[in-house]
């Protein structure tokens, strides 16, 4: 009967291990920090969106194999564990840069015309790219366009928004130049690759016009460095700021 007892024995340390896996190592409390895109929630159903995963020992073994499951606008995820059954999140988001309006869906790119999704939501604080026609594109690949100068300066124009944190909802392209839609303001910007001057200069301008509600068409074509920026203002605009100023 030695070897039912030492089976028995054996039996007993894998029921004890399998046990302390399922249940000693299982994660109770997952903490999120860093995304400015989505919630904690999402995060969560998409990282331990795998069978079992919620347990440290598999979700280490997917993380291995797979790597860990993310999100379209998710650069990359650090995992802290803090303790045996609390891991932390660290996420790092993708810069989406703009987007533009696809057969009722909206086409997010980041800062290198890389397509990183298409939905049908339209995210906030995401520019709308107007005006210029965009060839096929694919996931995970850049835009194929005809005008390859173009495309440069609607990147530019987009990493300097993002970088500046301005307001524009809208980026048109015309023939010779490119205008701004930020608020009630119509920035005009000639056509050229880089916006680095013109962007710097804009953003405590056009950060007034919205505080003050303020409306009409900044000219920025020929801009140099230095120069003075005038909003020329509707006349819807004058009328408002002239009633707020008798009531005042």
């Given at each position: 009967?030695?070897?039912?007892?030492?089976?028995?024995?054996?039996?007993?340390?894998?029921?004890?291990?399998?046990?302390?896996?399922?249940?000693?190592l299982?994660i109770?409390?997952?903490?999120v920090?860093?995304?400015?895109?989505?919630?904690?929630e999402?995060?969560?159903?998409?990282?331990f969106?795998?069978?079992?995963?919620?347990?440290?020992?598999?979700?280490?073994i997917?993380?291995?194999?797979?790597?860990?499951n993310?999100?379209?606008f998710?650069?990359?995820?650090?995992?802290?564990?803090?303790?045996?059954?609390?891991v932390?999140?660290?996420?790092?988001?993708?810069?989406?840069?703009?987007?533009?309006k696809y057969?009722?869906?909206?086409?997010?790119?980041?800062k290198?015309?890389?397509?990183l999704?298409?939905?049908?939501?339209?995210?906030?604080?995401?520019?709308?790219?107007t005006?210029?026609q965009?060839?096929t594109?694919t996931?995970?690949?850049?835009f194929?366009?005809?005008?390859?100068t173009?495309?440069?300066?609607?990147?530019?124009l987009?990493?300097?928004?993002?970088?500046?944190?301005?307001?524009?909802?809208r980026?048109?392209?015309?023939?010779?130049?490119?205008?701004?839609?930020?608020?009630?303001?119509?920035?005009?910007?000639?056509?050229?690759?880089?916006?680095?001057?013109?962007?710097?200069a804009?953003?405590?301008?056009?950060?007034?016009?919205e505080e003050?509600?303020?409306s009409?068409?900044?000219?920025?074509?020929g801009?140099?460095?230095?120069?003075k920026?005038?909003?020329?203002?509707?006349s819807?605009?004058?009328?408002?700021?002239?009633?707020?100023?008798?009531?005042?």
């Open positions: 009967m030695r070897w039912y007892k030492k089976l028995l024995a054996v039996l007993c340390v894998f029921g004890v291990i399998a046990l302390f896996i399922f249940f000693g299982r109770q409390k997952v903490n920090e860093g995304t400015e895109i989505y919630t904690e999402e995060i969560k159903q998409s990282v969106s795998r069978k079992y995963s919620d347990n440290e020992l598999f979700f280490a997917y993380s291995k194999i797979y790597g860990i993310k999100l379209p998710v650069e990359d995820i650090e995992v802290t564990y803090d303790n045996m059954n609390t932390t999140l660290h996420v790092y988001d993708k810069t989406i840069s703009g987007c533009i057969m009722g869906q909206y086409v997010y790119f980041d290198d015309g890389i397509v999704q298409s939905m049908q939501e339209k995210r906030d604080g995401v520019p709308v790219v005006g210029i965009f060839g594109f996931i995970g690949e850049a194929q366009v005809k005008d390859d173009l495309f440069q300066s609607i990147m530019n987009s990493q300097q928004i993002s970088h500046h944190e301005i307001n524009v909802k980026i048109h392209v015309e023939e010779e130049t490119i205008s701004l839609y930020s608020g009630n303001v119509k920035v005009l910007l000639e056509r050229k690759e880089q916006y680095d001057d013109e962007l710097s804009l953003s405590s301008v056009l950060e007034t016009t003050k509600n303020l009409g068409t900044i000219d920025m074509q801009f140099e460095s230095g120069d920026i005038i909003l020329k203002q509707s819807s605009g004058k009328q408002k700021n002239q009633k707020k100023s008798s009531e005042n």
